[in-house]
């Protein structure tokens, strides 16, 4: 620990104290606003401490890997919540919540990326590899399909409608494929390459780092039971509805480590790094994540599926169009990072009033 500096040690004692004081406030049965906001501080803190030892890690491999690192790691907050979610049967929490994922990372996070990259580079245009981004708009267009198929028959009432669940587990199945057959190239091609890529030592070694990582997600997994657990009394006098919490705040929450991390390296003038945190994580979420949750969560008390409201399958459309228009190219100016921000709020506004 010799190597963190002053501020990094700062940091992890606000982090331990504010995952001490969530946990006081969870088994002292404190108000429900204090819980959830203590709750939602300590992953917050957490998000930083995997974001941090993933960097340290990552700077024994090149960006591809450094980026799928992150984003597993950064989604195990996530991972949870809709888990506990999905015991408690809250399906609109745990489903808005994966949906929301995507959306935060997709369009708010990495428009917040591509603003900082583009204010950073000198001619106002942040440029990074185009295979990534093409790659995951490839990803979510086909997690897209199954959810516009499913949707048109339910809305059609026709006799495909009344097997919603066989049909999201088989969809499931061929997403999870999908994902592997790309996921296993990409980062062997990383790992090929990361001699030319690496930047950096770490300064942390390996077993210190290591052990942040487990500390950080075994924290994780009970920070997000504390949280699911305060999150309905809390929206209750908030007065927000549950799509609205698992959309925005349990997304935004769950996945610190994106918008810690991205917003970090893009400042740092390490665009390819940047855009391979965010954009990995996009494609976890939509094609890996997502998926493996509807499988999980047939062993739990309610299952989730890919039957979700028409307005997201329809932001879900426009998502993919928007992240292949802008980023496709390999390039994006700093209008282009705001243009996605503002996509993210206008949703956000929509099912604030639903």
């Not at 399909?145 to 339910?154: M, N």
């Not at 999908?178 to 770490?202: C, F, I, K, N, T």
């Not at 610190?256 to 954009?279: C, M, P």
Request: hydrophobic share 60%; net charge neutral.
């Amino acid at each position: 620990m010799s190597s963190l500096t002053r501020t990094e040690r700062l940091v992890l004692v606000a982090v331990a104290l504010a995952t001490a004081l969530a946990g006081v406030a969870n088994y002292a049965s404190w108000s429900a606003v204090a819980r959830f906001a203590l709750a939602t501080v300590a992953l917050a803190g957490l998000a930083w401490l995997v974001s941090f030892s993933t960097e340290q890690l990552g700077e024994r491999f090149g960006p591809g890997v450094t980026g799928m690192l992150q984003s597993t790691l950064g989604n195990l907050p996530e991972l949870f919540v809709v888990i506990f979610a999905l015991q408690k049967a809250e399906l609109v929490v745990a489903q808005s919540a994966i949906v929301g994922s995507i959306f935060a990372n997709a369009l708010l996070v990495l428009g917040l990326v591509i603003v900082v990259g583009a204010r950073r580079s000198s001619d106002g245009i942040m440029r990074f590899s185009p295979q990534l981004p093409n790659d995951t708009a490839t990803l979510l267009q086909v997690t897209v399909f199954g959810l516009v198929l499913l949707g048109l028959s339910l809305a059609a009432h026709d006799p495909a409608s009344h097997h919603v669940e066989a049909i999201s587990a088989v969809g499931a199945v061929c997403l999870l494929v999908v994902y592997a057959s790309w996921v296993v190239p990409y980062l062997r091609a990383d790992h090929r390459a990361r001699g030319e890529s690496a930047r950096g030592q770490p300064r942390l070694a390996l077993a210190t780092t290591l052990i942040l990582l487990v500390i950080g997600g075994l924290a994780s997994a009970f920070v997000s039971d504390w949280f699911v657990s305060a999150l309905e009394p809390a929206i209750h006098v908030l007065g927000i509805s549950q799509a609205f919490a698992g959309l925005v705040i349990v997304a935004i929450a769950g996945n610190a480590v994106e918008n810690t991390a991205g917003i970090v390296f893009a400042w740092k003038r390490r665009s390819d790094l940047a855009i391979s945190v965010v954009k990995n994580s996009v494609a976890q979420i939509a094609a890996f994540l997502f998926p493996l949750l509807v499988l999980v969560s047939f062993a739990l008390s309610k299952n989730l599926t890919f039957a979700i409201a028409p307005v997201y399958t329809g932001a879900l459309v426009l998502t993919a169009l928007a992240l292949w228009q802008i980023t496709g190219d390999g390039r994006a100016a700093e209008f282009e990072g705001w243009s996605l921000v503002a996509l993210y709020v206008i949703l956000a506004t929509v099912v604030l009033y639903e």
